[in-house]
């Protein structure tokens, strides 16, 4: 067996009906036991039952009342048609990472991603050939090459993507146990072909 946690926080992180998803995620098991392979099936079905606290659900209002302006802001609220996992090249304890929000252990979608994914619609549409000064000045542009002083000449664009919050009462709970395998065995067997 290896404790993963210190016994004066043991008690604390086991006690706690309601904590912080993502700092149980993160450092929340309490030990590897070798012969117990359902300790972290339990671990991660307790994570999974936390609903939203009542202060991330007062920040979501806040958050949502802030971008109200119509002349300002663009809103949208879109249900996903499946699980969305983002962040899962970052580390965590329990093998794959997951966006969460820090303050809040709620997942969220980074703006970054959102911005990647509606500038590849407007590339795959046709309109970055079409106006591909119009697609810079929206999106931002990359220049490898500095100016004549040495000066970057990148562009950050006009467009700012805020993260997406997950919208309380959208479903049960914001996190379930999902399993993800990425080993295929035709994919090794074929060398990755």
């Excluded at 303050?103 to 549409?125: D, F, L, N």
């Excluded at 479903?171 to 065995?185: C, F, G, K, Q, Y």
């Amino acid at each position: 067996m290896t404790l993963l946690i210190r016994d004066a926080v043991r008690s604390r992180f086991s006690a706690a009906r309601d904590a912080h998803p993502g700092l149980l995620l993160d450092r929340g098991y309490a030990e590897q036991k070798d012969d117990d392979e359902t300790a972290k099936t339990g671990h991660l079905n307790r994570i999974a039952g936390i609903q939203a606290s009542e202060i991330y659900i007062r920040a979501y209002g806040r958050w949502q009342s802030a971008f109200i302006q119509d002349d300002r802001f663009a809103c949208f609220t879109m249900p996903l048609a499946s699980r969305l996992l983002i962040g899962l090249a970052g580390s965590g304890l329990l093998e794959t990472g997951c966006a969460l929000s820090r303050t809040y252990g709620i997942p969220y979608i980074p703006g970054s991603s959102i911005k990647g994914v509606v500038r590849a619609q407007a590339e795959a549409s046709g309109f970055g050939k079409q106006h591909p000064d119009v697609l810079g000045e929206l999106f931002g542009t990359a220049n490898d090459e500095p100016d004549s002083d040495g000066k970057d000449t990148s562009l950050s664009g006009l467009i700012r993507f805020h993260d997406a919050w997950w919208v309380p009462g959208s479903a049960d709970t914001p996190l379930v146990r999902e399993i993800v395998t990425n080993h295929h065995p035709d994919y090794y067997q074929s060398e990755g072909a």
